[in-house]
């Protein structure tokens, strides 16, 4: 299957700085990337759905300014958490599609453990 | 609103055993289904994808089986190791969905433990 990366996959910050986190397609073109957030015991839930060029989609719930998604290349996909608090300490993945077609497989990558101290 | 349940939350075998994990879904339209193992703080690996069209799909000793009208996929998985300890996830793409085409609902998963 198609390799999807996502750097870093560990990261501590203090509250109120800002925090990026990066997932690329290493083998494929990207039309979409998702980004997911799972909580302890939780499922993973969709925050957002970023279209290379154009403005991500956020999921009803999700502060867009708080956490802002950049899909400026076929195989880049950047998520900003801005002034993270303690709450927003979480576990984040992305994925990856590599068609228009949007019913075809996606990749994930390895996610990432966000720790807001 | 699609919602996908996973039962058991989490199941202890002892070696060798074969055992199955359930999947169900509320809203029988989906495009497809699909089972994940996650380990502990990774990431999600792809076990198999279940078109909605197909029955079943099989890779190595394990077995998916779909059921969309009664919104139901179980993971069958053959003569268990304690390498198959993980936790199982199963997931959904569902066909009305609004904007976010595409995407997967998923379970809160099966946490398997497979004892030497």
């Known amino acids: 299957g198609a390799v999807v990366s996502q750097h870093p996959s560990r990261v501590i910050c203090k509250s109120g700085t800002s925090v990026k986190i990066e997932c690329r397609s290493l083998?494929?073109?990207?039309?979409?990337m998702f980004w997911y957030r799972q909580f302890p015991k939780q499922s993973l839930m969709l925050m957002a759905t970023?279209?290379?060029?154009?403005?991500?989609?956020?999921e009803q719930g999700v502060e867009k300014d708080k956490f802002l998604i950049n899909h400026a290349s076929l195989t880049l996909s950047t998520l900003t958490v801005t002034s993270a608090h303690p709450e927003d300490s979480s576990f984040y993945i992305c994925?990856?599609?590599?068609?228009?077609?949007?019913?075809?497989?996606?990749?994930f990558g390895q996610g990432t453990r966000l720790t807001v101290v | 609103k699609q919602e996908v349940t996973q039962i058991p939350a989490a199941l202890s075998v002892p070696e060798g055993e074969n055992l199955v994990l359930n999947c169900s879904f509320t809203d029988s339209a989906i495009y497809n289904l699909q089972w994940f193992r996650q380990d502990p703080g990774k990431g999600l690996t792809s076990l198999l994808l279940?078109?909605?069209?197909?029955r079943e799909q099989t890779s190595g000793r394990l077995n998916a089986s779909l059921d969309k009208s009664s919104g139901r996929s179980t993971l069958y998985i053959a003569a268990s190791q304690p390498g198959d300890s993980a936790t199982y996830l199963c997931a959904v793409r569902p066909m009305n969905y609004g904007g976010s085409q595409g995407n997967l609902i998923f379970g809160k998963g099966t946490k398997l433990s497979v004892k030497p």
């Open positions: 970023s279209n290379e060029g154009s403005k991500a989609t956020y």
């Open positions: 083998d494929f073109q990207a039309t979409t």
């Open positions: 279940i078109q909605s069209s197909q």
């Open positions: 994925s990856a599609r590599q068609s228009d077609i949007f019913y075809t497989e996606a990749f």
